[in-house]
């Protein structure tokens, strides 16, 4: 329709050159679309297709203003129905379709992406200065349809819905206490050997062997006090003793040995050191003696049990085992132990121990036992791959370390142990084997002293001679 009155009719041309624009992008009626509709010249039509621009470009800026400047988005369109539903963004910051879906909050559980248009274009305005300011927008348009909802997704979300609501269920651990033993394995303490620090390194003689033994008893009694324990069982030999005879020879290799002091001195030590570990002990729970020979001392660890069973003749909170058997079968409900030095049985046939072991218990061997062999001789942890221990058809086969100090023959062959240790073993008798634990002493005691009696010092170079107790 042709106006009458073009300048009359400007505002109304203006109106539906915005209704009617040519492209999205100008967001107006350009000129010639005006000039046909209009039947008007191209002057007028120009004005008319600048104002309907500047107004585009108000609008915007007014809009963008509206949204806040914290707002990535200067336009946002959603439209839902029934079977799909259209979002469109424009702004400068959102890009990604997931920015738009995360901005225009579309439920996600219901719709899905059946397709999208991503595209961009730069938008000139003045500034207050009247500068051109260009401004790179971005248009995002997602085309949703209805999410599929398969068979197996609606029975799950049916069944959730029936599954009544329930307090996660609570469990209370069994009892496992039972009744405990604990074995006090202090191997090879070689009573009598003498160990001079500028040759070895390290200082030991008896009264060094003796607070050595009372520290790590100690530190037994009071580690497992708490534990409710039924009864200790403590080995005696093991190489107590470092000598045999007043000769100061090995027994079988007629060694020369290094040697603190005389025959009497060296038992009377052994024989204090080892009642204070019995009477300690045995303040807690009973004590079971019982006699494993070592290399260095056959005779002289048995007198020492023969010794002991007269001392506590009678005590019902000790008993001594003083069978002339050099190895040892030990039975506490499941827990069965063989107990020996290992001297005479060469390293070479330490796989066959659980057969000898399974001959010599042949009566006390049952389905369900927990089997050990525990042997001393080496000083040291067995460890083969640095492993403490190996198991042979259900045995486990264990060296036990020892506190000793090395001596000069050890020395010169290159057996030199810094790791010095005891330990102790806490058997449970219905569920087996409950823990194994080191014992160490203060380093302090290996230079003649110790912290049992700071008072007593050594003299770099000398010898260290303890005073008896």
């Known amino acids: ?167 996660a269920p609570r469990y209370e651990p069994l009892s496992r206490e039972g009744e405990r033993k604990v074995e006090v394995a202090l191997y090879d303490l070689h009573f009598g050997l003498l160990a001079w620090a500028p040759e070895t390194g390290e200082n030991y003689d008896v009264t060094i062997a003796r607070r050595i033994m009372g520290d790590a008893v100690a530190q037994i009694a009071e580690r497992t006090r708490g534990l409710g324990v039924a009864g200790y069982m403590l080995p005696i030999g093991n190489d107590l003793f470092h000598v045999n005879d007043p000769t100061g020879l090995t027994p079988m290799s007629k060694n020369r040995l290094d040697v603190d002091s005389r025959l009497p001195k060296i038992f009377s030590e052994a024989r204090l050191a080892l009642c204070s570990a019995v009477e300690v002990l045995a303040e807690i729970a009973p004590v079971e003696l019982i006699w494993v020979p070592g290399n260095h001392d056959p005779q002289t660890s048995y007198w020492m049990l023969q010794v002991l069973a007269a001392r506590y003749a009678g005590n019902e909170r000790v008993t001594v085992d003083t069978s002339p058997k050099p190895r040892k079968v030990w039975r506490y409900g499941i827990n069965l132990l063989w107990l020996l030095h290992g001297c005479d049985l060469a390293q070479k046939n330490e796989k066959a121990l659980p057969g000898l072991f399974a001959s010599e218990a042949a009566g006390l061997w049952a389905p369900g036992q927990y089997r050990e062999v525990h042997r001393g001789h080496t000083h040291k942890k067995n460890e083969l791959w640095f492993m403490a221990s190996e198991t042979y058809g259900g045995v486990v086969v264990r060296t036990i370390p020892s506190l000793v100090a090395t001596d000069d023959w050890h020395f010169r062959k290159g057996f030199v142990e810094t790791s010095k240790t005891a330990q102790f073993f806490v058997w449970n008798r219905e569920y087996g084997l409950e823990s194994v634990q080191d014992v160490h002493v203060a380093r302090s005691f290996y230079t003649g002293g110790g912290v049992a009696n700071p008072a007593t010092t050594v003299a770099e170079g000398t010898t260290p001679v303890g005073a008896d107790k």
Do not use: C
């Open 1 to 167: 329709m042709k106006p009458l009155n073009p300048e009359a009719d400007f505002e109304a041309m203006v109106r539906w050159s915005l209704a009617n624009p040519s492209t999205r992008r100008s967001g107006h009626a350009g000129r010639p679309a005006i000039e046909e509709h209009f039947g008007v010249g191209s002057g007028v039509a120009q004005r008319v297709a600048r104002e309907a621009a500047g107004r585009v470009r108000t609008g915007h800026q007014a809009a963008q203003a509206e949204a806040g400047t914290d707002s990535p988005a200067a336009g946002l369109t959603y439209e839902e129905g029934e079977d799909r539903a259209r979002l469109v963004t424009v702004s400068r910051e959102i890009r990604s379709v997931e920015d738009a879906l995360a901005y225009g909050k579309v439920d996600m559980e219901r719709w899905e992406v059946a397709r999208s248009k991503i595209n961009s274009w730069e938008q000139a305005s003045k500034d207050a200065d009247g500068a051109i300011q260009v401004t790179p927008l971005w248009q995002v348009t997602v085309h949703l349809k209805p999410r599929m909802v398969t068979g197996v997704e609606q029975a799950l979300e049916a069944l959730v819905a029936r599954v009544p609501a329930a307090p």
